[in-house]
């Protein structure tokens, strides 16, 4: 068993923590009447509103007309603070009645506060868009460490706005932030992409869900990272695309390097044409030779591997896909370009003499030393 499938197991035996839960059930499901309390209207405080411009009169009037019973209010218990229903209040003080029909809240000042500008923002006189804002604002600075769309989704507002409104307060939070979900995630990816590139190179064969759990990060973000890895592994030279003639027009006149040698008179070969056999036949033993090497995971699952990949595979261009870039080549970078493609020659006759050494030093020194039997 894997490092990772070891780790997926225990955290599958432990007990996953619950979605939240939606705070708005308990106190707006019809069936959900059996802790609803009669509360006398004189012990009520309504000071707590998340309007700043307070009560609409209209609306209260509207409300103490109506001949319909009134929704149970909400009260914070300890404080009898009315957490939801102040408008019904006002109605009930208007009517005559001495009591109304409440159920307690359970929780401190803050959770108080957000349970109001939900249930504001959802149903009965929808609060106005600075009010939003505003709460907006204090959750941040109550609840730093939420996510821009817990707080969106708590007063109303997109998580663009949210994220506006953290950045001109100056609350950027912590590494890690609480989702809609309860969940806590990291801010930046970085750290967790880093650790899942770390695990699939070190394991390829591992689930996503296994790297996931591991790295802290999505499935999604493993995924993207393993698809990374499989490009980079790759790393395919795409065909030149080459642009048809118009009927009639001259074809290109081929242009060489200022180092390139003049080839002799009927020699020369025009774009298009194959190489000549003892040339096509080197290429095609490079291709082969590429290809195996590619497919061996020792180079391909680390990050030497992949590099020296990747620049054999730019290495071997064909002569047609040489022409193309020669002749797209602008006039004022021949000079430059064939100052460093002679560098290049350079550096790779360094790369084949170590390489040489390499392969013809004592077998101690190409790889670890194995006990072995006398």
């Known amino acids: 068993m894997t490092n990772s499938e070891a780790v997926l197991r225990r955290r599958d035996a432990r007990v996953h923590p619950p979605e939240r839960e939606d705070p708005e059930a308990r106190y707006t499901a ?43 209010i909400i009260v914070q218990r300890g404080t009898n ?39 504001n923002v959802r149903h009965g006189l929808p609060l106005s868009l600075a009010d939003r804002k505003a709460a907006g604002t204090r959750i941040l600075c109550e609840q730093e460490d939420w996510s821009n769309r817990a707080i969106a989704s708590a007063v109303g507002l997109s998580p663009k706005t949210i994220a506006a409104l953290r950045e001109a307060l100056g609350r950027p939070g912590g590494r890690a932030r609480i989702g809609r979900d309860g969940r806590v995630r990291p801010v930046s990816t970085a750290a967790g992409r880093e650790r899942a590139k770390e695990m699939l190179l070190r394991e390829p064969a591992s689930s996503l869900r296994a790297v996931s759990a591991v790295a802290g990060v999505s499935t999604g973000t493993v995924r ?34 200022p180092s390139a040698q003049a080839a002799p008179p009927g020699h020369g070969s025009p774009p298009g044409h194959h190489a000549p056999p003892g040339q096509q036949g080197g290429l095609d033993r490079s291709t082969a030779l590429l290809r195996s090497l590619r497919t061996d995971p020792s180079l391909r699952f680390n990050q030497s591997g992949r590099l020296l990949l990747s620049i054999l595979a730019v290495a071997a261009i064909d002569p047609q896909a040489q022409d193309g870039l020669v002749l797209d080549l602008p006039d004022h970078c021949l000079d430059f370009v064939a100052e460093l493609a002679q560098a290049s020659v350079q550096a790779w006759q360094g790369l ?13 020194r190409k790889q670890p030393t194995v006990n072995r039997k006398p």
Do not use: K, M, N, T
């Open 81 to 119: 603070r009315v957490v939801d229903g102040v408008h019904r209040v006002r109605a009930a003080r208007l009517r005559g009645e001495p009591a109304v029909r409440a159920r307690w809240f359970d929780g401190d000042d803050a959770s108080a506060f957000v349970l109001a500008v939900r249930l």
């Open 352 to 364: 084949a003499v170590r390489v040489s050494q390499r392969r013809s030093a004592p077998p101690s």
């Open 224 to 257: 993207d990272v393993r698809d990374q890895l499989a490009r980079e592994s790759r790393a395919v030279i795409p065909a030149q695309r080459r642009v048809a003639p118009a009927p009639g027009a001259e074809p290109p006149r081929e242009r060489s390097a």
């Open 30 to 72: 019809p069936g959900a009447g059996a802790d609803v309390e009669w509360v006398p209207v004189a012990e009520l405080d309504l000071s707590h509103s998340p309007r700043s411009a307070g009560e609409s009169g209209e609306h209260i009037r509207v409300l103490a007309e109506s001949q319909a019973d009134l929704p149970p």
